[in-house]
């Protein structure tokens, strides 16, 4: 595989229930990224881990837990969502943290019901 | 005020025709500048990456900076069905940890 992939593509979940995104990047970079993005707005930064390290939090709720285990790997972590909180989730990578052109992968379309 | 200003459109051309896509910004220390196409169900795909003012063409797409203005610039020559997307620009200082993100514009070109 190449590229950045994202699993699972679609996600239904009650707001009482537990699930996690996965994104791996297969390009040797060490800054990872998530992103919302909701309609009509402009794409959302919610984490950057570089080399494995949280370097960025935009004062995202605590119901969303990001974990990065490795340079290749990330995800995110999910518990008690709102309705509000339906949107894609994106992961991005880029060689280094600072403007560094990112890319992304197709991001997970979640519904909370 | 909005980091950056980007007309969601949607905007509707003919087949051929030149399209230009354009976003304004707010914060003079911008000095890195991306577009990405984003088809319908995908991710962003880059486009354009370019530093500071100037020119920079690529096939038929051409980035066009202007610091000046804090206005910045994609066209799209000889548009053909399959650049019907959204096309969000971005932007960056050179201290800046994270890029600003236009809300996109969304483009048909009808065949």
């Known amino acids: 595989e190449t590229g950045v992939t994202q699993t699972p593509r679609h996600l239904v979940m009650g707001m009482t229930n537990k699930k996690s995104l996965k994104c791996e990047q297969h390009?040797?970079?060490?800054?990872m990224y998530w992103y919302k993005q909701s309609a009509k707005k402009p794409l959302e930064l919610m984490f950057v881990y570089s080399l494995e390290e949280r370097v960025e939090n935009n004062s995202v709720p605590s119901r969303f837990s990001p974990e990065c285990p490795n340079s290749s790997h990330l995800f995110l972590h999910l518990h008690t969502l709102q309705p509000e909180d339906s949107a894609l989730y994106l992961c991005?990578?880029?060689?280094?943290?600072?403007?560094?052109?990112?890319?992304f992968g197709d991001g997970t379309r979640l519904s909370i019901l | 005020q909005k980091e950056v200003e980007q007309d969601p459109g949607p905007l509707s051309v003919p087949e051929g025709a030149i399209v230009s896509l354009n976003c304004t910004y707010s914060n003079s220390a911008f000095q890195y500048f991306m577009w990405y196409r984003q088809y319908s169900r995908k991710g962003p795909e880059l486009l354009m990456y370019?530093?500071?003012?100037g020119n920079k063409e690529d096939g038929r797409f051409t980035a066009q900076v202007d610091k000046s203005s804090k206005y910045i610039s994609l066209f799209i020559r000889d548009s053909q069905p399959s650049d019907s997307a959204t096309y969000l620009c971005?932007?960056?200082?050179?201290?800046?940890?994270?890029?600003?993100f236009g809300t996109g514009t969304s483009l048909t070109v009808i065949p």
């Open positions: 991005a990578s880029s060689p280094g943290q600072l403007n560094q052109p990112q890319h």
């Open positions: 971005a932007m960056s200082s050179n201290t800046g940890n994270q890029f600003y």
């Open positions: 390009l040797g970079h060490n800054a």
């Open positions: 370019t530093y500071s003012s």
